[in-house]
């Protein structure tokens, strides 16, 4: 069974700390119980300290535990008003006793403004393949017996053939069984960071006046469209 959950998070007043995001907090539930459950969340990230939240994620990865499992980043550094910032995708494994609290750091660090969480039930899966490889077992055992005993060679031949297909099944159960291992101990985690370029970081001296006049009116939107989203979250 597959839930999701999607939400469109608040954005702060500051950069550094998401104080509207704190009380919708993403909860992990079922990790110290029999459940075998995958989580796989996105997170949404508005910054204007692209350098500083970049170096934070990956600091709290290694205390973590967590690496690095795809990254595309594209983009550039803003220094002038042409650029328009980078933008990174990275695709990262957390330990799953872990996930939760690397969670909340995030939004309590991060400008947060969207986040999901899709969590797979394959409780019911997992114990299946682990009781077929456990039948599959006792039969390549009780086969290893019959072939001791065999005494002619079609019986020797048609032993081998049923065993080789057994082993076959166990290895794709047992592949299967890994995977599955893998997933729910390391959930998966895609942080989508975005650059926001502060007017105040850039320079327009290489600019015509018309796209000094085009900047201005940018400028003057974000800033306006800024506000607004303040505003929204003070009457909230």
């Known amino acids: 069974d597959m839930q ?3 939400e469109e998070a608040e954005p702060s007043e500051e950069n550094g700390s998401n ?3 704190q009380g919708n907090r993403i909860l992990v539930s079922g ?3 029999d459940r075998k459950l995958i989580y796989q969340v996105s997170l949404g990230i508005r910054t204007e300290q692209y350098n500083e939240d970049y170096a934070w994620i990956s600091q709290k990865l290694t205390e973590y535990g ?3 499992y795809s990254e595309y980043t594209y983009g550039t550094q803003p220094e ?3 650029d328009s ?3 990174t995708s990275m695709t990262i494994k957390i330990p799953i006793e872990k996930l939760e609290q690397f969670l909340n750091n995030v939004e309590e660090k991060s400008n947060v403004v969207s986040k999901q969480m899709d969590v797979e039930d394959t409780t019911d899966y997992y114990y299946d393949t682990e009781a077929r490889i456990e039948l599959l077992e006792a039969r390549y055992a009780k086969l290893e017996e019959y072939l ?3 005494g002619s060679m079609e019986d020797i031949i048609a032993l081998e053939s049923e065993m080789s297909d057994i082993l076959y099944q166990l290895d794709e159960l047992k592949g299967t069984k890994r995977g599955l291992d893998n997933q729910i101990a390391y959930s998966t985690v895609t942080i989508d960071l975005e650059e926001i370029v502060k007017p105040t970081s850039v320079s327009y001296e290489s600019d015509s006046l018309g796209e000094r006049m085009k900047n201005g009116i940018v400028t003057t939107f974000r800033g306006v469209v800024s506000f607004l989203e303040g505003l929204l979250v003070f009457l909230v």
Do not use: E
Request: proline share 0%; charged share 20%; hydrophobic share 30%.
């Open 80 to 82: 002038t008003s042409k």
């Open 4 to 6: 999701a959950v999607t």
């Open 148 to 150: 001791r005993s065999a």
């Open 66 to 68: 967590g690496y690095i």
């Open 85 to 87: 910032g980078r933008s």
């Open 31 to 33: 990790v110290d119980t």
């Open 19 to 21: 104080a509207s995001g």
